[in-house]
């Protein structure tokens, strides 16, 4: 499942073959569901990068798309 989400910081690896990740943009990503305990820390993937629910903001594109990942995926929750 893909989201929307815009990075609370600026993020740049040291390898330059990887994009960073600009605060004020909006990208998409997706669940890590790979990664063990993935709901409970709300992992994504966003490019290279793989960022918990502390590290990124949900960007909805309206109610139902929030209500219905908020109703999949409790530990995504959604800053104000």
Known sequence: MNILIKPNDNYRCASYARQPLDKNKVYSATLATNQPDYTEK???????????KNEYTVVSPNAEHWTRLRRDYPAIERAE
């Open 42 to 52: 709300g992992l994504v993937f966003c490019g290279d990068y793989l960022l918990d």
